[in-house]
């Protein structure tokens, strides 16, 4: 088991090193930093840009540009961004803080909720509550989570507002304007139409899996031996049952990573919350290329981690992998 | 004769497909005397299967059941699932066809006969682990102690039909059911399994219901035969006899169809199984029967006493002497 | 007898049940047909031009009317024509961008699965960490990408019209479409008809082109409904974010429609809100319908009685 995780995490480092430079490359492609540059410092002397290009690793030479970029980075000796000289580490931090407990907290609740509602789908296939179910998960995929977020927001907001005075939720922000210090019913409060936007999509996609799955291992036979042992219904399904089920679900949640952070951007956008996908919109929007590339880092790094999770996990529920 | 401790009477099994009710099984009486190994035989789809998925309360909720199952006078046709718990494991037991999807993958094979031992006796956690590495013992797996440690897919097939076996004896039911135990194996492995079935049976006193459709295993260990067509037992009777001269003209054609030494050509049983969606009328082997007459056609024949066999055949007077399998 | 053969039915005509006992695609295709139809005969079915104005100004957000049966936007066009025109495009860039990435996905598919070896590693590693990264970040780098390599304009053409986004959509979407078809073939590869074939000395190109693809049909279909639906709502999340293809001659799309929702929050013009937001849903869930009971009908191993 030891042996098997080092594997995974030295797998990890090469591919972080890869992925990385794809990025380099399609961002130094796609959005020209320099000519970026030019555009928001237009008074820009040569010198300033000299030192914007060697800083950031931005050489004609792809190859000889990345690496110089990736001593900066691991050095510590970040760019600041090209609109306003900002330090990047603090903002990336506030950012990832935000959307930690955004993404977690809908993660949480998405997951938890996904997975009862595929259980309960799955007793009964066919039945009235599955069919509930069912559909219900079906509308909630096939809703973009940019669509949800508006509706929420007319009908919480602006339509409470006007029926009722005052509405119901906040729709943008962490606090209100000029807030300072931590009041968690606040936060709460704020959080709680981003996270109900990114939970919903959870859920929808997670009983779908939950179902599927646990319906295959429910016509397998040895729920058949288990049955026929004589034990208690309810413990066929959580000791026999359960653990199997979650197993493949396991496996997807691993490659559902990008989808799951893919909405919080998109939401994040539309409430304004200043999290990953906020500063992400806002900085390719301007081409800001030392904003970009930690933000990035950051991602690729997340997802590979959350692969590892997933392998590791999976590993721990399937004994046949373990051995492997 | 022994005392019975299962006793099927009428039993019917019907499932609601899309295409309109199936009627699987359809009036099946059958006992299973103490410490006997009884063979069940017939083709895929004649409800031998079924009938005992049924007895073990096994089948899903859409199929519906009726009859008369009596084990140790107990009746388990409309038991709760209550009472079919306790029954399911204690005092009757079942081993699958296919080893390899039959245990479950995630668990200790230690942990699943200690769960059935716990599940019916109280044991602390300590003695069910004991006894089960005994079973595993009594079953003929070489060094049980480790390999109680280890998961189903360290195990070849023939083993894992041993720790099904294991599982099944766990709590030494009076009737122990085996459906196919030996198809999914290979022929060697198959000898092997029949014989821990057998040694089971002998030093248990268990009374076995051995499952096939391959008349070969049921030449070898079983002490009595029932042979099963379209949803009902056709006939049944002693090994012996029913060997010696089978009466019923299904029972013939099986018989006629198997490799012998000596024989030139085999003879196979013309025709397919019948469409149970649409059953043929009356005696349901008429379409196939090369003895058919318009009788046959009408009612379903019941078993009749003939000589030593049950029969449920109306000409089976009338049929001229069979040749002798044994 | 002659009832005992009515119920032997061929796979395809079983398929053909399962899908029709599933109620809710029956009725999605009821829905997509006339949503076709609808925009088929589009100059009869819209009410006016697609930049035309409903009456002379004061024309801007009009109320749902009899005139405007969908009100009207900010300078007076009639919403319910111009979704007509919108849902056009958008149905076209979602079936043109399927096309080419089931097209390239099915290929890539086969031919991982197939060989194996490295091939097969290297692809499924590298669509798994496209499916694995965040797919909006990694459709507007792509985007970016495609939109600055000079050599590809004539292919792709400017980065704002519809033809650019069907590239970027068929180019995007083939990752998904080849790890189905490589599962697919995973599994037929060792199946008693390919090593006929095989053992017979025939081609590898042949095995794949002749059996493989065929009986992948099932789940290349239900990758071809998943995928448009995947093309239409990604054209509109662009769109929302103001990535999307440009309003230029005249032309929109249900992006571009439901774009403007987001500015309909704060004035309270809910009608631009909630009427393309409800077709985008409509359609999305419809196609997804579909694709659920092909899914079914062509995997008969998912029989759940549903």
Redesign the interface.
Known sequence: MFRYILRRVAWSIPTLLIVTFLVYLALRIGTDPVASYKRINPRASRAKIAEYIDVNGLDPNFVQGYFKWLKNFVTGEWPRSIKGRREVWPALKDAMANTLRLGSAATVVGIFFGLIAGVLAALRPGGKRDVFINTSAFVGISIPPFISAIMFQLLFAVYWQKWFGESLFPTSGVYPAGHTGFDLFLMLKFMALPTLVVAIQIIATYSRYMRSSLLDVLNSDYMRTARSKGISERRVLIKHGMRNALIPVVTIAALDVGSIVGGLIITENIFSYPGMGLYFLKSFGEGDFPLLMPWMVVIVASVLFFNLIADISYAWLDPRIRLE | MAEKVLEIRDLHVTFDT??GPLEAVRGVDLDVSAGELLGVVGESGSGKSVSFLAT?G?LPARARVTGSVLLAGEQLIGAS?KQ???????LL??I?Q?PL???????RIGDQIS??LR??QNLSARDADKRAVELLDIVGIPQPGDRARQ?P??FSGGMRQRV?IA??IANNPKVLIADEPTTALDVTVQAQILEVIERVQERFGTAVVLITHDLGVIARVADRVNVMYAGRNVEQGTIESLFDHPSHPYTRGLLASLPRPGKQRLKPITGFPP?M??PPSGCAFHTRCEYAADICKGEMPPLVGFGDLQTACVRAKELPKSESFV | MSKQESTVLSPRQMAFRRFVSHKAAVASCIIIGLLTLFIVLAPLTARYGVNESVQAPPNSFLTPRAKSWLGTDDIGRDLYSRLIYGVRVSLLIGLASAIISVTLGALVGAVAGFRGGKFDDIMMRVTDLFLAFPFLVTLLVVRNVLGALPWLRPITGDMSSVRFIIVLFGLFGWMGVARIVRGQVLSLKEREFVEAARAVGASRRYIITRHLLPNSVGPIMVALTFSVVGAIIGESTLAFFGYGPQAGDGATSLGILVGAAKGAVQTGYWWLAVFPCLVLIVIALSINFIGDALRDATDPRLDRGV
Do not use: K, Q, T, W
Not at chain 2, 102 to 107: E, I, K, R, S, Y
């Open positions: 899309p295409s073990m096994l699932a079919m718990r306790s029954v399911r494991g204690r037991s079942m699958f296919d999807s039959a245990l479950n993958p995630v668990h769960e059935m599940s019916h998961y897919h360290e099904v599982i099944a469409n969606l649409n």
